[in-house]
């Protein structure tokens, strides 16, 4: 009967079309009463969207059943930018200090001015992939953008506030992964006759043999090295000084420490270090300040500058004739060298602090490919040499 009302718990579903920066968006939405107000006496009504009829009256169907068994509870009427200021003040407490700046960063210089005013309820899918859409920023950083508006929502989910994560079924851009360039056997050699004599003749021997991260090289103490048994243990990582929380050290990139078996020729390496150590302590006398313990150091004692390993690191990888040559290719050198030596992922995973041995292979799948079919060919080689066949 036309100009009835609806009954409590009572609802109604139709398609809408809006259009938004000139495109067209098509959506389902519900409306349910969910009571009435006791100043005006009006009905109170609640909405739901989605892209399907059916999932938008299973919302319908939800509702009408906690508002007959009186258990609904109204939406809190949130806006984007209100939940966010919640979030980055509230629960962000679990991560690293520089994880927390690089999310507050991405909420408040993209987030916040596209969609802050966005009531909370009513920021739909589509919403989300045109924001996405519109971030004129390198895959990598709309992925990252991504990740802090999902997690955001989804912690939103978990307190009530929405019913799913609007997030959810984002199309991202795609992400091209990086060419690895590790270090041949010529170029390894020529780096480590480059490195003699200079102040970082033992860290580099100590990043192509072990695969540390420069951070944990950086951060290595003494108390972490084990002579005797050629044991390091990474638990700590040197983070820059722009990126450090109240203290000088972090949790490694994982989140957790490990310990590595390293070879005999790093032990040498380090104790090399520690007489050289020993020396400029005795050269700066009173000067000398190493609270920590540090491992590498400058002239005086003090935690190396991140910028000034990567400078000189650049001279000497110039005077070996490998100006392209990072720091971080050691590391890739390091991962692949194992392989070639016959460790298996897991080990190699292990040793690198990767989380996952997937991962490890997915990094390194096309050497691992490459020694394979070497490993095939000597196969075929000793099957005609050695058996006649």
Known sequence: MAGRKNAKGG????????????????????????????????????SFTGKTQKEVREKLQAAAVEVNQGTYTAPQRLTVRLWLDVWTSDYLGGLKPCT??????????????????????????????????????????????????????????????????????????????????????????????????????????????????????????????????????????????????PGLFATPKSGKGRTITAAPLVIRALQAQKRRQAEMQLHVGPAWDNPHGLVFTNEIGAPMSQRTVEYQFRRIAAAAGLECVRFHDTRHTYAVNAIRAGDDIKTVQGNLGHATAAFTLDRYAHFTEAMCQDSAARMEAFAKDVLNL
Request: glycine share 8%; net charge positive.
């Open 11 to 46: 609802g109604t579903i139709r398609k809408k079309t809006v259009t938004r920066n000139g495109r067209e968006y098509t959506y389902w939405e519900a409306r349910i009463t969910t009571g009435r107000d006791p100043g005006t006496g009006k009905q109170v009504q609640r």
């Open 100 to 245: 927390v700046r690089t999310y507050k960063t991405a909420v408040n210089t993209h987030i916040l001015p596209a969609l802050g005013s966005v009531k909370l309820e009513a920021l739909h899918p589509h919403i989300v992939q045109e924001f996405i859409n519109g971030l004129e920023l390198a895959p990598g950083s709309v992925r990252l953008v991504y990740q802090v508006l999902h997690r955001a929502m989804e912690k939103a989910v978990d307190l009530g506030y929405l019913s799913q994560n609007p997030a959810k079924r984002c199309s991202l851009p795609r992400l091209a992964r990086k060419e690895i360039h590790p270090l041949d056997d010529k170029q390894v050699s020529a780096l480590l006759e480059a490195a003699k004599g200079t102040p970082l003749e033992y860290l580099v021997q100590a990043a192509l043999f072990t695969g540390m991260r420069q951070s944990e090289l950086l951060g290595l103490t003494w108390d972490c090295v084990d002579m005797e048994r050629g044991i390091i243990s990474i638990n700590k990582q040197l983070p820059r000084p722009e990126q450090r929380g």
